[in-house]
């Protein structure tokens, strides 16, 4: 049940994803004052039109009309901050809440803090891309000192058939990194990763896109504090 006056979280997404929606609503059952909404830009298929960038044009154009529903906080669910380089998510969050007040993060950001807050952690990758695309987001977590003790991808380039890995493969490749990091890390907002749960094999489990929905409820006041 929405009670009166629901905080408003909106949500910008993929086009393509079918995963962000769901994770969201799941998350926010515990949080009856917080409304959902979402808006998408085009992203889908096998080639990104802008593999180094974000399409600033569409994530605006998405972030106005999110804008009409006055939110307290919108968040960028996608994980493509964490090849292309944070300097585009923190360009983003400022992008958005210059153009609309309104306070911002990403998915890519709140891992960044998480893992600041944590302090030295090994990282157990979880993705379903292609070896060229896992390659180029090692090198990128690299590049910034997160330190992936083990990894495993699937192949997969299209999209949407991310959200259409089985959870047990998806349980799978957790099990066969678990050995060898601290904290498992589900990379990739269009795959089902959350939905294995908070921990497996004896290793906390951070997803995507879970990750993008904390981070939009940390900057929405709780009940007792909203008033």
Known sequence: MILPG???????TPSGNTVVEAVTQAMLRARPDVLPIFSRIAVHGAVDRFPDRYDLEGMLGATELL???KPDVIVWNGSKGGIIGLDHDRDLVARITAATGVPATTSALVLEARLKARGPTRLGLVTPYSDAYQARLLAAFAARGWVVGAE??????DNLSYASVPLERLRAQCEAVA??????LGWCTNCPVAALGPEVAGRPLWDATALGVEGGLALIPPPSAAG
């Not at 629901?6 to 910008?12: F, M, S, Y």
């Not at 495993?152 to 380039?157: F, Q």
Request: net charge neutral; aromatic share 0%; proline share 9%.
């Open 152 to 157: 495993s991808h699937l192949g997969l380039t």
């Open 6 to 12: 629901p905080r408003v979280l909106a949500t910008i």
């Open 179 to 184: 050995p060898h990091c601290d904290v498992l």
């Open 67 to 69: 804008a009409h529903a």
